[in-house]
């Protein structure tokens, strides 16, 4: 089967799936040339093995809330690929989650982990649960509840998950004591516990700072530095703020954050005390808006962050918030670099618009995986019992960023995608992701 085929055939089956086809679309529009050249990968059916999940696990959450009334979500885990290493991807607990969602997800960590070099393959899960307004407690019961039904389909061999959007150390904290009280086990089933029992030093950071060093890696590319670089983020979670904080950090200009309320743009620039006042704000869950009382700039409701003049822009909030319009202001704004903090923020438009307008563009897929590879280190440390150094480990986070970025950029111009003054990072990330995965396959025969 040819790969149009392939997609063809899944959008038949999956008509309901908008965003896993996209997922699916966009790697596959950059890996033809990869594909052709090995024909074991069309004899194996490579790329239809790999479309499809090995498993998915969709369960049913009871837990109650703090007025004793019964309250159920659904729950699932795609178990997409343990080609290169056992299951890992995060856990998203967001209305908006579905199968769909956590499909595309689950597919994009399959080339991310590959691209990081270590054993990992790719999954993702998470559940409809809505944390925002849920008091602790509610929290709590909702995580054990939920780990209660995973328990049986994880282990630290078999898949082990992280956080993401909605699931940060608290969560990780309460279901990684729900899995040892079930099973005896004091084992690194999950990634992003708290540094006093097992967790990794810079995780928290990893995916925000990691996607600025890849940033650092293009600049340097194009012999620039970031010093003086105005950058425009978007979101004010945990990649967005970390994103700001190590560009600030290297001496760029960071001149907006925004939530799903609005954009508050700052034209003096954050500094460490604003970053770290917007992260006390946002662990309060308390309003962004009320930064422009303490430390001026302007407050934007209902508005994205695009609209402003600027040589970086960094999408860290969700998938698909970047639509062409926006790519368009992103162009007639100057930016000339843009790097995706969070997972597929730019739709098919967008990304094509920005590439024809030689934007130089990091998906997110090589960008962000900073966050997934210091969860690889978590991994190893558990498994002999160790622990490593805050600056150990942002060593080995700024030398994978690097790897990953070369690698890309080396794909990309080796099979005809750029040269050195324009590399397209998305088709060399998607060539050399896909072919580590492939090539296992190819390697294992018929099973997966
Ligand atoms: P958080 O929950 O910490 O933060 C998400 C931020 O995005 C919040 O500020 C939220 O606003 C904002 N946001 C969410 N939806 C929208 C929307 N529709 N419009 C505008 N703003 C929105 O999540 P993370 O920072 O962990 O994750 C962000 C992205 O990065 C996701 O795509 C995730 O998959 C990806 N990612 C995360 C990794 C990690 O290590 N955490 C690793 C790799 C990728 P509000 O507070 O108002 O809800």
Known sequence: MSIQEVIQTIENRYPHQPEFIQAVKEVASSIGSAYDSNPNYAKLKVFERLTEP????????????????VQINRGWRVQFSNAIGPYKGGLRFHPTVSESVLKFLGF??????????????????GSDFDPKGKSD??????????????????GKDMDVPAGDIGVGGREVSYMFAMYKNLTHEYEGVLTGKGVGFG?????????????????????????????????LISGAGNVSLHAAE??????????????????????????????????????????????????????????????????????????NEVDENDAKKLVEH???????GANM?????????????????????????????????????????????????????????????????????????GDDSYIDYMSGANIAGFKRVADALVAYGVLN
């Open 246 to 319: 190590k560009a600030t950090m290297l001496g760029a200009k960071v001149l907006t954050v925004s939530d799903s309320k609005g954009t508050l743009y700052d034209p003096e620039g954050l500094d460490q005390t604003k970053i770290d006042w917007l992260k006390e704000q946002k662990a309060q869950r308390k309003p962004l808006e009320e930064y422009v009382q303490k430390f001026g700039g302007q407050w934007l409701a209902g508005e994205k962050p695009w609209q402003f003049d600027a040589d970086v822009a960094m999408p860290c909030a969700t998938q």
């Open 199 to 231: 967790g990794s030093l810079i995780r928290t950071e990893a995916t925000g700072y990691g996607a600025v060093y890849f940033l650092e890696n293009m600049i340097a590319a194009q012999k620039d530095t970031m010093v003086g670089k105005k950058v």
């Open 108 to 125: 994009e960590q399959i080339f991310k982990n590959a691209l990081t070099g270590l054993p990992m393959g790719g999954a993702k899960g």
């Open 54 to 69: 090995d498993r998915i696990i969709n369960f049913r959450v009871n837990w109650e809330d703090d007025n004793g009334n």
């Open 345 to 417: 923020p730019l739709n098919i438009a967008a990304i094509d618009y920005v590439r024809e307008h030689q934007v130089h563009y990091a998906p997110g897929k090589a960008a962000n995986a900073g966050g997934v590879a210091v969860s690889g280190l978590e991994m190893s440390q558990n498994s002999v019992r160790q622990y490593r150094t805050f600056e150990e480990l942002d060593q080995q986070l700024k030398n994978i960023m690097k790897d990953i970025h070369d690698n890309a950029a080396s794909a990309a111009k080796e099979n005809g995608y």
């Open 334 to 340: 100057g930016v000339k670099y843009i790097v995706e």
């Open 137 to 154: 407690n509610e929290i709590r019961r909702f995580c054990y509840a939920f780990i209660r039904e995973l328990h049986q389909y994880i």
